[in-house]
DNA sequence: TTGAAAGCGCTAACAT
DNA sequence: ATGTTAGCGCTTTCAA
């Protein structure tokens, strides 16, 4: 189809071989620096691009990394996904992305397809079906294979592993002790999806704090949603059905606050005065909730850089790779308008 | 480094060669339907996936579409992005991300480095910084090597072009209009960054519609910022400053607004009742700002849709492309509680 | 029904 | 300083 000039052409042009052209256009010191220019400048001038292809075929090495994520619409993944490609985009390597919307089906495809487009390693945010189905065997089979694969943010139990991801335990455990330090005793917990790592280590941090603090679990207290808005409002307007109503929120994520905090509004709750309400993610937006969210930061952006760090100097010594490193963040208490007025 | 399996490979497990492996690969009739079978069943126990690499160079086609945004994290963005995804993963092409951060330099790498990978169509939605700058030649070289390029949301003055966009003009008139409808005689406008399409467009149909309903236009009245949230709070402030104060506020975009609600919050002035405000995207988070937040839907899901089955209509016929064509998609106006109580 | 050979665009070892 | 050759993994003509 679209005609574009090779080193064969401008060999014939210059009456040379292929050799000495591909030679004088990656500067090679062999070839006489008067015939290296000529041929640079007509190349230049013909709009010559080196066909990375068979440059792919022949070095075993696209320069490519797959990027598999359940979605690109919270601002935790767009941060970790800038986070990897201020690094990798230095070091020549350009990401392609597989959007799982969480099903497993998708990511397994996904996968597959960067297999057989043969990306140097993968990044993998785990979609929430297969977490829950607890189908990991086409991760196995990308280990078996010896590309390097990178869990981030939400990864899965595997004998070896490498991850980096939140410390969601300590985040939830940090947002439930700042509830309870402003005096809150009724603290409720919308959770996130079932079967999804981060939404349990959530769920076990809040618990295990009211623990420590000797406030009793209310089952009614616990609700679920899944990581979006809309799906926050019914679990939200059952919290306050009963006469028990709780006193305080802590959200699966900074969206699902978005959400509470509607139901709170349309019932003349008071933010922070009677119901205190803290999420998780702290998005940029969140700052502009009004009133302004309390929230966990998860350093994505960091996360992100330090991953694609990782793997970069992993993907220069193949030989001596790591096969099982897990760093975990540590996330930070963002204290704003939602819970301290 | 990875050891992949090869039809190579396959071809001397069998004792036969690597063309008639190749054809039992791809069920050719020719080849004996048991030794199909046989080869077909190997293959996949040994987990061969054929390398796409290889085809791409025999067939130069890539199966690859490169896009081109200014960043992903607008909800504009990503429904388009899912648009286009939705159309072409179905027609076993796949994408490949280039994020600009509005930057002409960039723009211009990763167009560059498209080209080197040889995708065969490419989208872009023009970064700020080149439509300040009015330099299109990489556009142009695209073109020149007959590469399908199509325009999605932001496009820049050429003489042939694709392009699929959103009336900005239209929107931007339907928003005024909308406020003066409300009653409403001083509506300021925080106009987008300078030198982009789509903020002279939204500044144009907001002055036209003024205009037209004989409402004087004031200079003070109209103040710009970027497309985010903080950018917003300045200008906001300086509407206030003056003695003419506005009773409604027109924003190039939700974010902008969602900065203008926090600036008009803290001067405790009400909204709609002191000042009404409209903003752009109709973002799905728009609807639960407080209040909720009146917006221009500008349907980027279908426009990304669409764009991409136009294109791979295209692709499906290189030889009769169409060079020069246009779509101008009609916004919708959103009423919601910050213009109406 | 199968095999041999050429070739996609490039690089690199081995000549010269 | 430059040319020759082989090969990356696959498909496809042509031949058998």
């Avoid at 606050?257 to 119901?275: F, H, S, T, W, Y």
């Avoid at 998860?298 to 790591?322: C, H, I, P, W, Y």
């Amino acid at each position: 189809m679209n005609q574009n000039i090779t080193i064969k052409d401008i060999a014939r042009k210059f009456k040379c071989s292929p050799s000495t052209v591909s030679r004088a256009l990656n500067n090679n010191a062999l070839i006489n620096i008067e015939t290296r220019k000529t041929i640079q400048e007509y190349a230049q001038k013909m709009g010559y691009e080196k066909n990375t292809i068979s440059l792919s075929l022949l070095q075993k090495s696209t320069k490519t990394i797959g990027v598999i994520i359940p979605s690109i619409s919270h601002s935790h993944e767009t941060l970790m996904i800038n986070g990897i490609q201020s690094v990798i985009n230095k070091m020549g390597y350009m990401l392609n992305f597989g959007i799982t919307n969480e099903k497993h089906q998708l990511e397994k495809e996904h996968l597959k397809r960067f297999m057989a487009n043969r990306v140097d390693a993968i990044f993998v945010s785990v979609a929430f079906e297969t977490s829950k189905l607890g189908d990991f065997s086409h991760f196995k089979d990308i280990q078996k294979r010896n590309v390097p694969l990178i869990f981030i943010d939400r990864n899965v139990h595997l004998e070896e592993s490498i991850s980096f991801t939140v410390n969601d335990f300590k985040g939830a455990y940090l947002a439930t002790k700042h509830l309870i330090d402003l005096g809150r005793k009724k603290i409720a917990h919308i959770k996130g999806p079932e079967g999804l790592n981060v939404s349990e280590m959530r769920l076990m941090g809040y618990l295990k704090c009211l623990k420590d603090h000797n406030i009793e679990i209310n089952p009614n207290f616990i609700k679920q949603a899944d990581f979006d808005i809309e799906s926050a409002l019914l679990p939200t307007s059952q919290l306050f059905e009963s006469e028990n109503k709780p006193d305080a929120i802590f959200c699966s994520n900074d969206y699902v606050c978005l959400g509470a905090m509607k139901v709170l509004q349309e019932k003349n709750l008071r933010i922070p005065e009677d119901v205190a309400i803290i999420g998780f993610d702290n998005c940029p937006i969140s700052e502009f909730f009004y009133p302004p969210l309390s929230s966990i930061e998860r350093k994505s952006f960091l996360l992100g850089e330090q991953a694609a760090s990782f793997l970069t100097d992993q993907l220069s010594d193949m030989d001596n790779r790591v096969k099982d490193y897990r760093t975990v963040f540590n996330p930070e208490l963002i204290i704003r308008k939602s819970t301290v007025s």
